[in-house]
T-cell receptor, first 115, second 112 residues
Framework: GAVVSQHPSRVICKSGTSVKIECRSL??????MFWYRQFPKQSLMLMAT?????????EQGVEKDKFLINHASLTLSTLTVTSAHPEDSSFYIC???????????FGPGTRLTVT | DQQVKQNSPSLSVQEGRISILNCDYT??????FLWYKKYPAEGPTFLIS???IKDKNEDGRFTVFLNKSAKHLSLHIVPSQPGDSAVYFC???????????WGAGTKLIIKP
C-alpha cells in the first residue's frame, strides 16, 4: 500500500507558458501533501505543504503566485508552475502523508524542462 | 544552518560487506528519524525509521541506530547488494509537524 503517482513524468514547455503537475495518493487518504524540488546533486528542497481544503503553506523564498498549489481532495494535489522560465527547469517531487505514521510516501517525480 | 548533516557525499562498499551510512543532527527537538533511498530521476523510497524513544530499529538487512546524546544516527545495510547502489537521505521531524528536514544525501556504490 501507500502508492503515490505523479503525472506527467516528463514535460517540456516553452518559456512563458504554465504547466500543471498532478499528485495522487492511490490507495490511501493523504491528510497532508508536500511538494519538493530537487536540483542536480542537491538534497530535496521543500517548496510547500498543503492540507486538504486549505491554503498551502509555502517555504521561505518560494513564490506562491508562481507555484500554485491546490489540494482539492484527500487524494489529489496539483502544482501549477505559472509563466515558466528556464530556471524553473527541475525535478519536482510530491509526497503524501497519512495521519499516522509520519512517513511520507513519494511520487516518482516530474522532470520539467522549460525551453 | 544545516540541521541534518550527512558529511560523506559518497561511499563505496564491496558487495556482501556491511554499508554504514551516517547522519548527524543539531536540533534536539527532532523526535523521529527516517532513511530514504533514491535512484536517479525517481522519487525517494522510504526505507526505515526510528523514534527518539528507541535506540535501534531493524528491518531485514537494514538497521538504524540512534545515539541521542551524540545526536547521531546511522543506517547499516548487511549484506550489501548491487541493488543497494543509490543515494541515501537521512531526514528528521519534530513533534506532530510532518515536515521533514533533509540531509544532503550520501551516494552508496556497491562494488561487485
Amino acid at each position: 500500500g501507500a502508492v503515490v503517482s505523479q503525472h506527467p513524468s516528463r514535460v517540456i514547455c516553452k518559456s512563458g507558458t504554465s504547466v500543471k503537475i498532478e499528485c495522487r495518493s492511490l490507495d490511501f487518504q493523504a491528510t497532508t501533501m508536500f511538494w519538493y524540488r530537487q536540483f542536480p546533486k542537491q538534497s530535496l528542497m521543500l517548496m510547500a505543504t498543503s492540507n486538504e481544503g486549505s491554503k498551502a503553506t509555502y517555504e521561505q523564498g518560494v513564490e506562491k503566485d508562481k507555484f500554485l498549489i491546490n489540494h482539492a481532495s484527500l487524494t489529489l494535489s496539483t502544482l501549477t508552475v505559472t509563466s515558466a522560465h528556464p530556471e524553473d527547469s527541475s525535478f519536482y517531487i510530491c509526497s503524501a502523508s497519512r495521519a499516522t505514521p509520519y512517513e511520507q510516501y513519494f511520487g516518482p517525480g516530474t522532470r520539467l524542462t522549460v525551453t | 544552518d544545516q540541521q541534518v548533516k550527512q558529511n560523506s557525499p559518497s561511499l563505496s562498499v564491496q558487495e556482501g560487506r556491511i554499508s554504514i551510512l551516517n547522519c548527524d543532527y543539531t536540533n534536539s527537538m527532532f523526535d523521529y528519524f527516517l532513511w530514504y533511498k533514491k535512484y536517479p530521476a525517481e522519487g525517494p523510497t522510504f526505507l526505515i525509521s526510528i523514534s527518539s524513544i528507541k535506540d535501534k530499529n531493524e528491518d531485514g538487512r537494514f538497521t538504524v541506530f540512534l545515539n541521542k546524546s551524540a545526536k547521531h544516527l546511522s543506517l547499516h545495510i548487511v549484506p550489501s547488494q548491487p541493488g543497494d547502489s543509490a543515494v541515501y537521505f537521512c531526514a528528521a521531524s519534530a513533534g506532530s509537524n510532518y515536515q521533514l528536514i533533509w540531509g544532503a544525501g550520501t551516494k552508496l556504490i556497491i562494488k561487485p
